[in-house]
Nanobody, 124 residues
Framework: QVQLVESGGGLVQAGGSLRLSCQASGRTLNNYRVGWFRRAPGKEREFVAAISWHNWSTRYADSVKGRFAISRDNAKNTVYLQMNTLKPEDTAVYYC?????????????????WGQGTQVTVSS
């Protein structure tokens, strides 16, 4: 079983940047897709970005396209979410997630393992 720990959240002014990290332990992230999600106060959890197991494909929510970038460092067993030009509406707890099954396509719904989340607050 894999454990996921998010870090890198914090308080930033609108227009600023943050880089979130998702560190895995207990199992490699190689050959598994990884996604980032967020939950804003009073709202349901929503998809933000995902990276395929082979690193050739990424997907983004329309609300973050052109501002966020997902990447992975297999040697460090870590996935990153670079967030630029942050807006107050990006304020949320951000979670990373991965699968129990290898080689899942990005279009398959549902992830099996989740981290505890990291808070991102963007002030106006």
């Amino acid at each position: 079983q894999v454990q996921l720990v998010e870090s890198g959240g914090g308080l930033v002014q609108a227009g600023g940047s943050l880089r979130l990290s998702c560190q895995a332990s207990g199992r490699t992230l190689n050959n598994y897709r990884v996604g980032w999600f967020r939950r804003a106060p009073g709202k349901e959890r929503e998809f933000v970005a995902a990276i395929s197991w082979h690193n050739w494909s990424t997907r983004y929510a329309d609300s973050v396209k052109g501002r966020f970038a997902i990447s992975r460092d297999n040697a460090k067993n870590t996935v990153y979410l670079q967030m630029n030009t942050l807006k107050p509406e990006d304020t949320a707890v951000y979670y990373c997630a991965t699968d129990s099954q290898v080689y899942r396509d990005l279009t398959v719904p549902g992830y099996d393992y989740w981290g505890q989340g990291t808070q991102v607050t963007v002030s106006s």
